[in-house]
């Protein structure tokens, strides 16, 4: 079967003028005194990626994976090498990124539709199931500045995924909304690979990855790294990431949580500890009853600034299975530069997970990925009651009805 999308030895450099430190006094002129830096953002990169296949691409930030979600998308053009996608485009570079704030949320829909090739007509037909599937009838015609984040993203992503795209570029797409929301997306997803359409996924999730990907490529610097099968590119990457991680570790006394766990450096807890977690709340309580809210609340300190750290959320239950991966990068939460003591909040307005006993872990990283300050593996105990058990870790709200 012919590949939908072929990328062949294609490089992206970008000019960066800087002045020249060398000079005290740079001579008037606009230009003197600055030299021209070339960034290498892409260098040699070849992958293809046939119909109804999901390729993977991960990487530090910084490694060039959003500029080749963008010269695939046709934001650019590679300054070497080929590139060619046989087939309509659903983008999403950056979620919602492209909608214009004064806008209702039916005008942006439209717009939207209209860009990504659809006909005026075609897009206002299909319309009624784009807010369906966004979950946003009450708001539809609120302009989208009195939008949150998550409903911006929830009608971005049911936009793109309405209209027959054959190729689809997507950055992070389960990090938007609830766990109910996120699962809806999943589905879908499928349904467009067994409908033949190609898949090119940007994730920090290693687990996303390897439940959703057929194969990887893993960027470094803008180098191809590895490309190979998704569980093995996975876990080449995680290991790297664990080993830089382990290598920054100090040894320091054993701690113990407010919930009674031990936090034993290299087991259950990793990390360079430039920046500290010195406690991690859940509110209202380690108890709670499904479809309830949930915060948690990571608190932080650091003795000296560090630029922009990304700050993690995940839970498993009990046997393993990983129900939910977090980070503020993804969800676009503005973190800025940090230092001295804090709290980073998440909240969910509800958390729809099935009875039963979860662990939750919490980390931040540095701004790059590349290794962590302060990871707490499963060290926070969470109960969910109420509801059933089920097969399955989520009971989304539900109802049934028969006609006949």
């Known amino acids: 079967m012919a590949a939908i999308i072929q990328v062949e030895q294609v490089s992206k450099t970008f000019a960066r003028w800087t002045a020249d430190a060398s000079l005290r006094q740079p001579p008037a002129g606009f230009w003197r005194g600055r030299h021209k830096e070339q960034l290498h953002a892409l260098q040699d990169v070849s992958f293809e990626v046939r119909p109804g296949e999901m390729l993977g691409v991960v990487g530090a930030n910084g490694a060039g994976k959003s500029t080749l979600l963008r010269l695939l998308g046709g934001v650019g053009q590679p300054t070497t090498g080929h590139i060619a996608v046989n087939g309509r485009i659903g983008a999403l570079l950056e979620l919602g990124g492209g ?6 949320g039916r005008e942006n829909a439209i717009l939207a539709g209209v860009v990504a090739g659809l006909l005026r007509r075609e897009v206002t037909a299909r319309l009624p199931e784009i807010v369906r599937f966004a979950e946003l009838e009450e708001f539809i015609d609120a302009p989208v500045r009195t939008y949150s984040a998550g409903m911006t993203m929830r009608l971005a992503f049911a936009v793109a995924i309405h209209t027959d795209p054959e190729v689809l570029l997507v950055d992070e797409y ?3 909304g609830d766990l109910a929301f996120q699962a809806k997306c999943t589905a879908r997803i499928s349904a467009l690979r067994e409908q033949g359409c190609a898949i090119v996924l940007v ?4 687990e996303q990855v390897r439940d959703l990907c057929d194969r990887a490529l893993w960027l470094r610097h803008g180098r191809v790294v590895a490309l190979d099968d998704a569980k093995t590119v996975a876990e080449a990457y995680e290991r790297e990431m664990r080993e830089e991680t382990l290598r920054r570790t100090p040894d320091v006394p054993v701690r113990v949580t ?3 766990t031990e936090l034993r450096p290299r087991e259950n807890r990793m990390g360079s500890l430039e920046m500290e977690i010195t406690d991690v709340a859940l509110r209202p309580g380690p108890v709670i009853s499904s479809g309830d809210p949930l915060a948690v609340e990571i608190s932080y300190r ?4 560090l630029a922009s750290p990304v700050f993690v959320v ?10 939910l ?7 676009r939460a503005p973190v800025p530069d940090l230092t001295g003591s804090g709290t980073v909040t998440v909240r969910f307005e509800r958390l ?5 006993s979860y662990l939750l872990s919490a980390g931040v990283f540095d701004t790059e990925w590349k290794h962590a300050y302060d990871y707490h593996w499963q060290a926070y105990p969470l109960t969910v009651d109420g509801g059933h058990a089920g097969k399955g870790v989520l009971v989304p709200p539900t109802k049934w009805s028969i006609d006949n």
């Open 203 to 206: 994730s920090h999730g290693m």
């Open 258 to 260: 407010a919930a009674g």
């Open 314 to 323: 995940s839970i498993h239950h009990a046997d393993g299975t990983l129900c």
């Open 352 to 356: 729809d997970l099935a009875k039963g």
């Open 174 to 176: 389960l990090s938007v």
């Open 99 to 104: 909608f214009q704030p004064d806008l209702t």
């Open 325 to 331: 991966d977090l980070n503020s990068r993804d969800a």
């Open 302 to 305: 650091s003795e000296k600034p």
